[in-house]
């Protein structure tokens, strides 16, 4: 690794700490905003009660010393703090849980998505114009179009209740199936087009016309040339789309109740759990900045040719 290269990625995970200490500043600070407070909904709480829960949850101390509190937890110790609706657990704990299932379940998806993605993208692009290239934009322009949570829905009356070839519960194996091809439906579209466009620029450019000038292999040429210059765009879209998977989860997994975090959060947002809200919104969006980060630096390796300033 050059000095140069070693510069930028220095330069990139410093900003990507510096987005990340704006994310908990900013999450802090809105959940302050809001108004009403975590002890609202509690029956019958006197104002000797609310201010005693408030003097353990610390939240009777200046706004601006339970920010550098909440700060200095999180740097030193990875700590979020207690949750307010789920008495006796951590919110490091209760995120903790929740990713065990939702990583696997967006890692699943995502490679779906990669792999199938590719292929059909290559596939339509070597045979444009023909009735597989336009049935396959057609297809992939409906999964692109149809939100998420009513793709599910759909699969779940056609699979779970009309067909019943799968449980609609997402707390079993068999059950995971219909959430993970949910989630990968999607960025299995995007990736489709992203390849099919970047290989039909590809196959145009010179180098691949002297390539089959010099009597190269076709295969040869759409594997070893055309079809790995075509992923840059793929690696691009493919670090953030695998944070959305696991962030943009969290409407399939109430649909399915997969006991993720994504189905964590929104019940978190129903009960006013403040410290969930945050916890989760802080590490949720710490995984996009992240993959955003390994996605630039994966520039580099794939395409050397690549100026990296």
């Not at 990669?114 to 009735?131: D, E, F, H, K």
């Amino acid at each position: 690794m050059n000095s140069k290269t070693a510069l930028y990625i220095l330069k990139r995970v410093l900003l990507a700490l510096f987005t990340v200490f704006l994310v908990i500043t900013i999450t802090f600070f809105a959940m302050k905003a809001v108004p009403g407070g975590p002890f609202m909904s509690e029956k019958a709480v006197s104002p000797e009660v609310q201010a005693a829960l408030e003097a353990k949850y610390g939240l009777d101390k200046p706004v601006m010393e339970q920010y550098f509190t909440y700060v200095k937890g999180i740097v030193t110790e990875f700590d979020f703090g207690p949750s307010i609706k789920q008495r006796g657990r951590d919110v490091t704990d209760i995120i903790v849980t929740g990713m065990k299932t939702s990583i696997p379940l967006g890692v699943a998806a995502a490679g779906i998505a990669l792999i199938v993605g590719v292929i059909l993208g290559a596939g339509a692009a070597l045979r444009r114009n023909t009735v597989f290239d336009k049935s396959i934009m057609v297809s992939m322009t409906a999964f692109v179009s149809m939100p998420s949570f009513i793709m599910g829905s759909l699969l779940l009356l056609l699979f779970a209740v009309a067909l019943q070839w799968l449980p609609a519960n997402g707390t079993t194996k068999a059950g995971l199936i219909l959430p993970i091809i949910t989630l990968s439906l999607s960025p299995m579209a995007h990736i489709t087009r992203l390849t099919r466009s970047s290989m039909l620029d590809v196959l145009g450019q010179d180098y691949i016309r002297t390539a089959k000038a010099k009597g190269v292999s076709g295969r040869k040429i759409i594997f070893g040339h055309a079809l790995k210059n075509s992923l840059i765009p793929v690696i691009t879209y493919f670090g953030p789309m695998l944070a959305y998977i696991v962030t943009g989860s969290l409407v399939v997994e109430k649909i399915f109740a997969v006991p993720g975090i994504g189905r964590t959060f929104v019940s978190s947002i129903t009960d006013r759990d403040y410290p969930v809200i945050m916890g989760t919104t802080i590490v949720l969006a710490t995984l996009i900045v992240f993959m955003n980060l390994v996605s630039d630096i994966l520039y580099k390796v794939v395409d050397p040719r690549i100026n990296l300033k």
